[in-house]
């Protein structure tokens, strides 16, 4: 009688431990897709991340061509103009400067009507 009963509590203890190992199984797979998701948005983001770098170089790129080219044009301007002032002396430099302020205040007064 007492191999029964011991038998009897033996075969339910399995049944639980069967029972806990099935939810902690189910647990873990649960466990496993949401880690599966979250590692398929952070791919996702990653990626986004990526194309966005590329699309910042290429935009700086073409902005350093750009500072490159006006560079170049301020530079040729300043030996242009320190040329002008050794071959024709300081009065050259005079009447340039009066002429871009006549311009400016030129447009300034244009703008300032409405035109």
């Known amino acids: 009688m007492y191999n029964r009963s011991s038998s009897s509590r033996g075969n339910s203890g399995a049944a639980a431990a069967s029972t806990s190992?099935?939810?902690l199984e189910s647990q873990n797979e649960?466990?496993?897709?949401n880690l599966h998701s979250r590692i398929s948005n952070l791919k996702n983001i990653t990626i986004a991340i990526g194309d966005?770098?590329?699309e910042q170089n290429k935009a700086l790129e073409f902005m350093q061509n750009g500072m490159m080219?006006?560079?170049n044009l301020i530079g040729s301007t300043l030996?242009?103009?320190q040329?002008?002032?050794k071959s024709h002396g300081s009065m050259s430099i005079v009447y340039l400067s009066?002429?871009?302020l006549v311009v400016f205040f030129a447009v300034y007064?244009?703008?300032k009507m409405g035109f």
């Open 21 to 23: 190992a099935d939810q």
């Open 30 to 33: 649960m466990m496993l897709g």
């Open 52 to 54: 966005e770098v590329r």
């Open 69 to 71: 080219s006006t560079d």
């Open 79 to 81: 030996n242009k103009m």
């Open 83 to 85: 040329t002008m002032y």
């Open 98 to 100: 009066i002429f871009c």
């Open 109 to 111: 007064s244009l703008m």
